[in-house]
């Protein structure tokens, strides 16, 4: 599996971004798929994730009601959809991927072993 994470940019406060995740040579059956970000001068932290089989997501709590998890089966793509976004959501933004991931480990970026390139989000003032 190779990810692909797109949709990055620039916006203001208030306003929205959608980030795509895609695969390719694969699909994300039994895969968990996440979203990490990291600021600059800051460790990259767990925003959001989907298993995909269930559909079940996880969310970070400073993003939980802004930010909305969803899969597309035919692309083989996980969407982030990034509502009424703060500065503070300014970073750039990973995607992973991997099978076996326990529940405990959804958070850990160790826990992924793929990931794609990251995606800048700039959220101006």
């Known amino acids: 599996v190779q990810l692909q994470a797109s949709g990055g940019g620039l916006v203001q406060v208030g306003g929205s971004l959608r980030l795509s995740c895609a695969t390719s040579?694969?699909?994300?059956?039994?895969?968990?798929v996440a979203w990490f970000r990291q600021a600059p001068g800051k460790e990259r932290e767990f925003v959001a994730g989907?298993?995909?089989?269930?559909?079940?997501?996880y969310y970070e709590d400073s993003v939980k009601g802004r930010f909305t998890l969803s899969r597309e089966n035919a692309r083989n793509t996980v969407y982030l959809q990034m509502n009424s976004l703060k500065p503070e959501d300014t970073a750039v933004y990973y995607c992973?991927?991997?099978?076996?991931?326990?529940?405990?480990?959804?958070?850990?970026?160790?826990?992924?072993?793929?990931w794609g390139q990251g995606t800048l989000v700039t959220v101006s003032s």
């Open positions: 040579g694969d699909t994300f059956s039994s895969y968990v």
């Open positions: 992973a991927a991997d099978r076996g991931v326990i529940t405990s480990s959804i958070r850990d970026s160790r826990a992924y072993d793929i």
């Open positions: 989907i298993r995909w089989n269930s559909r079940h997501t």
